[in-house]
């Protein structure tokens, strides 16, 4: 059970609290928010390829809702979260480009970005720009690629086309229409 109140405002981020385990958020049955739960989780190593991150900011997204709910289902009791940002704590043999200390972000297919710790195959995290904050990075990871792939991939956007974008105040509509604007697309 969350140690407070479903709406409030953390005065010090979670990655400042050391605990004697590291914790995640996770579910154990599908349902409102009261579902969340706040427990102790195994500490992880990272493997071959693989980082270790401690978490310093989560992007929030409705597939967590929807997962979270029982509308995509899947198998409990399950993480939370795809995206996240944080620093490299530790990293696993035949790991390169990636060193402890550098400030990584994420998007992941599988869920577990709730947590204060995550590992992750480091050829999935890229490192955040100086001004760039980890909020923004793992508030834009998701969005952000979701975004590039309508922009570059499903259709490439080209200067004097006109562009609809349904649903333009959401996430992705909001940096496709940017993008596309940027590109000389009429939005």
């Known amino acids: 059970m969350l140690a407070q ?7 010090y981020p979670l990655s400042a609290i050391r605990f004697p385990m590291p914790h995640a958020i ?16 195994v500490a992880a190593q990272p493997g071959r390829g693989e980082v270790l991150i401690r978490q310093t900011a989560i992007g929030l997204n409705f ?20 995206e996240g940002a944080g620093v490299v704590e530790a990293v696993g043999p035949r790991v390169s480009g990636v060193a402890v200390g550098d400030r990584v972000a994420y998007a992941s297919a599988t869920p577990g970005a709730y947590a204060q710790e995550r590992v ?23 969005k952000g690629l979701t975004a590039r792939f309508l922009v570059r991939q499903t259709h490439r956007v080209r200067k004097g086309e006109t562009v609809v974008v349904h649903a333009a105040a959401g996430g ?10 940027h590109l000389g697309a009429t939005v």
């Open 5 to 11: 109140p479903a709406f409030f405002t953390i005065r």
């Open 26 to 41: 996770r579910i154990h049955a599908h349902g409102g928010p009261e579902v969340l739960r706040w427990e102790p989780v």
């Open 63 to 82: 597939i967590d809702v929807y997962e979270r709910t029982g509308l995509y289902a899947g198998a409990l009791p399950s993480g939370l979260g795809r």
């Open 120 to 142: 992750m195959p480091a050829d999935r995290v890229v490192k955040i720009p100086e001004g760039v904050s980890d909020r923004l990075a793992a508030a834009a990871m998701l």
């Open 172 to 181: 992705v509509g909001l940096i496709v229409a940017q993008w596309a604007r």
